[in-house]
């Protein structure tokens, strides 16, 4: 009998595990915490320094809109505090909460937090270097 429940559980453990349908993304975010530190010049504009530079300052993060979601795959575009903007597309996990988008000047990862996203991100570009966390709501 235990050779049966074994390889029930055995059988059970091998099955593909099933996709969750995925967050509606869609819509305008806007953020509400940001943590982040760069060094260099933004290729849009939106940030220069020569030193590292450390900031909490949410005035100063980048919104989302995703216009277009066509299961866990979605796109939109991001836009800058000086109002520079930029594509964005991504998709997301089998288990439709954690996501990856990427834009013209680095990636990130993000999961779903209640009625929330919270993101991290890195650019690595010629000359400016960044990484940082934001938590956005749905405007």
């Known amino acids: ?8 559980l055995l059988a059970t453990a091998a099955l593909p595990a099933m996709a969750a349908e995925p967050f509606n993304i869609t819509g305008a975010w806007v953020p509400i915490y940001r943590a982040a530190a760069w060094v260099g010049t933004h290729p849009g504009g939106a940030y220069s ?9 949410v005035a100063s993060a ?17 836009v800058g505090p ?3 903007k930029e594509a964005v597309v991504g998709a997301f996990h089998q288990d439709g909460r954690r996501f990856v988008l990427s834009t013209d000047f680095g990636s990130a990862a993000g999961e779903v937090t209640g009625d929330g996203i919270e993101l991290c991100w890195t650019d690595n570009v010629p000359n400016f270097n ?8 749905r405007k």
């Open 130 to 137: 960044e990484a940082g966390c934001q938590t956005y709501k």
């Open 62 to 78: 980048w919104s989302y809109t995703f216009d277009q979601q066509k299961g866990g795959a979605f796109s939109g575009f991001v």
């Open 1 to 8: 009998m235990r050779k049966f429940v074994l390889a029930g």
């Open 82 to 84: 000086t109002g520079s």
């Open 49 to 57: 320094s020569t030193q590292p530079t450390l900031s909490n300052d």
